[in-house]
């Protein structure tokens, strides 16, 4: 599984949670919410489909987090705010959800 798996997925974690976002946002939320802003429905549609495929992996806690911070390049420390990085993909997934017309 490599970042081409979840191209999407890849481009909002990389380019909204890049290693710069605590000097642009606020909070996490803030960055979605960003992203939301910035993008159209099939977009949001496709990082919900691929926020799913995520999950439904059901990766051990250390190995999704590896692949969210190094192979999709996501520079946000869930851990600090969720238990895992699954319950804040959802919250992410329900929040574009509920965001869509």
Not at 21 to 32: N, P, Q
């Amino acid at each position: 599984m490599t970042n081409e798996n979840f191209y999407q997925l890849y481009q909002f974690l990389g380019a909204y949670f890049h290693e710069d976002w605590m000097g642009d946002f606020d909070s996490a939320d803030e960055v979605v919410k960003s992203f939301f802003d910035d993008s159209d429905e099939s977009t949001l549609t496709a990082v919900s489909e691929e926020i799913n495929e995520l999950v439904s992996l059901d990766m051990k806690e250390v190995e999704l987090r590896e692949f969210l911070l190094k192979d999709l390049g996501c520079c946000y420390c869930y851990w600090h705010e969720w238990g895992t990085g699954q319950a804040w993909l959802e919250h992410v997934f329900s929040s574009i959800q509920s965001r869509k017309p």
